[in-house]
């Protein structure tokens, strides 16, 4: 009797145990930086004087983030919306000397659909659907305290960095 308990209850473990491994991080939830606020809704002072609808416009509310952000470092929301200024056009310039690819977000993500295809995991991977994308893609990351020390090492100043672990 004890021994049966005994393997009923290493069976349990091993079932809890595996069952705590599913899922991956894909499925954790809405994205965070999917979910972009909006500016809060105003009464206009005279509803005579709005002007004509355009559909697919701009809206009042919505989020302007050049100009946002133009505003958070102290700048002029109003040179952003006209564009490069006259000192970045050169260097717009010669970044985009090669050519510009309008659709480089579309390439980017059929390579790396293919790239993951073709580097799917090992087998328990993919049986219990865990991410393998730390695997695939860490040779290509960068470890930002060695680049810390390196730059500091070649005389950067680099105030805002944070401190060693």
């Known amino acids: 009797m004890h021994r049966r308990a005994g393997i009923i209850a290493v069976a349990l473990a091993t079932v809890l145990g595996l069952s705590a491994c599913g899922g991956g991080a894909a499925n954790r939830g809405p994205d965070e930086f999917a979910i972009l606020p909006t500016r809060p ?4 002072p005279d509803l005579g004087a709005l002007p004509a ?15 946002d952000a133009a505003i958070a470092l102290g700048g002029n ?5 006209g564009g490069p200024s006259a000192a970045d056009a050169a260097i717009l310039a010669h970044a985009q000397r090669h050519g510009v ?16 295809a ?15 994308y730390d695997r695939a893609y860490g ?3 960068l470890d930002p305290h060695a680049e810390l020390e390196r730059w500091r090492a070649a005389g950067a100043r680099t105030p805002g960095a944070p401190p060693a672990p």
Do not use: H, K, W
Not at 53 to 63: F, K, L, Q, S, Y
Not at 101 to 116: F, M, N
């Open 41 to 44: 809704l105003q009464m206009p």
């Open 53 to 67: 609808p355009t559909p697919g416009g701009a809206n009042r509310v919505d989020a302007q983030p050049l100009s």
């Open 77 to 81: 929301p109003a040179a952003v919306a």
């Open 101 to 116: 690819s309008p659709a480089i977000r579309g390439e980017l993500a059929a390579e790396d659909q293919e790239y993951r």
């Open 118 to 132: 073709r580097n799917r995991g090992r087998v328990l991977e993919r049986v219990f659907n865990v991410s393998v």
């Open 139 to 141: 040779a290509q990351t």
